[in-house]
């Protein structure tokens, strides 16, 4: 019995591990937080049902791309750059709108987002430039050329219609860049060409943005707020069509003036204020799986804002949980990385594991009302499609680096020495 399930489950044991508990907590948080799509059904069991399924076919998957050896992924590159391009122009003039923004395409009634295989193939591509232009130096200065050059335009697609999915993309495949020892004096060159371009974007968001909470705005009805600004759009204003939501959580984070309970507006704060009430209602050793109660009033609570629910249900306790174990997968990659031989197989499953790392940090800052709301969901644990397979195929590379990465030698004499005892 337990070579059958070894059999399965091959490669670093401590990641399935970690794996198979976020998807435990997944399955009782995202059940209890879907309060609102059970209503708006009527069936409290097809939400939940829907979510097992998708994790069910991540796990497959994740299992069939472990018996994948890792030197194979980079066969997948420029397939995978050609569809992540096609896709993300796809859907940026074609897709579905979910919160105002042209994020998802729609298949044979299913529908999956392209910015998460454009994700996983920035890194690929980045990790496989790394490890061929490597030297006894570091990277080789052209490194840095192709790297951008196949990242930015596919970061730029993403960031028109998801800015924050964008900036985190690009935060990693500049830590990748770093581990991958590119000179850094290009990299010093391109945080600051980044810090003036993000001045530069704020600029203009304050210029083209209509924040709602302006006094002419406030003069206008619900309508013609929201009518106003699609009728009188210029060239730049269709470019930036979400710099009013942009705008809005800006001057929302920027404002540090303490309003008393008695004079917060819920109408334009919900999720904000919902997500505080649940935090600071769990009395720290929280309320107990399914006993939530701001899940039937948070938006997104079963996605974005998951993880206000779990420190309602689960305290203080749960939610160090959480962290840990995305600490322990992060470490143990890190770990995996460390023991390979060969560079490509060592970045990709650093890239791949950083980039989950950074997107449930920027999920769980937010909900505890550290940064602006982003709209990110807590990988493996939120509610999702695409999000949850794709999140799953990741966990499959980097365990298949675990299992078929070359290690070595030192490594390996570690391994027969402690085998003969």
Known sequence: MNKTIGNIFKGDKVIWIVFFILCMISLVEVFSASSNLTYKS????????????????????????????????????????????????????????????????????????????????????????LSAMQTERGADKKAFKYILIISLPMIFLIGIENLSTALLLFTTMFLLMFIGRVPNIQLVKLAGFCVALGLFAVLLIELVGNDTKTEDNEKLTKVEAVEKPKKERNAI???????????????????????????????????????????????????????????????????????????????????????????????????????????????????????????????????????????????????GGTSTIINCAYIGAILSVSRTAKKKKEFVTEKVENTDI
Not at 58 to 72: E, K, L
Not at 81 to 97: N, R, Y
Not at 298 to 310: G, M, N, P, R, V
Not at 328 to 355: S, Y
Request: aromatic share 10%; glycine share 8%.
């Open 237 to 383: 204003e269709k470019l930036f069509h979400r710099a009013d939501t942009w705008k809005g959580r800006i001057n929302k984070f920027a404002d540090n003036k303490e309003v008393p309970p008695e004079k917060y507006d819920l109408d334009k704060d919900a999720q904000v204020a919902h997500a505080n009430i649940a935090i600071v209602s769990s009395n720290v050793i929280g309320k107990g799986p399914g006993n939530s109660v701001e899940r039937d009033f948070l938006a997104q609570a079963f996605s974005d804002f998951i993880y206000a629910i779990i420190i309602e249900e689960m305290g203080i306790g749960g939610a160090a949980l959480v962290v840990f174990l995305y600490i322990v997968l992060l470490f143990r990659t890190a770990r995996i990385a460390n023991r390979c031989d060969n560079n490509f197989p060592a970045f990709l499953c650093m890239g791949l594991a950083m980039m989950l790392v950074i997107q449930a940090a920027a999920n769980m800052l937010v909900a505890v009302g550290i940064v602006p709301v982003t709209g990110q969901p807590l990988p493996l644990i939120s509610k």
């Open 42 to 129: 009527n069936n409290f069991i097809m939400p939940i049902t829907k979510h097992a399924l998708m994790l069910a076919v991540g796990g497959f998957i994740a299992v069939v791309i472990t018996n994948v050896p890792c030197r194979y992924f980079k066969l997948a590159t420029p397939f995978l750059i050609l569809i992540s391009f096609a896709t993300l122009l796809w859907v940026l003039f074609a897709g579905e709108s979910i919160n105002g923004a042209n994020r998802v395409i729609e298949l044979g009634g299913q529908t999956f987002q392209p910015s998460e295989i454009a994700k996983g193939t920035i890194i690929l591509a980045e990790a496989q430039i």
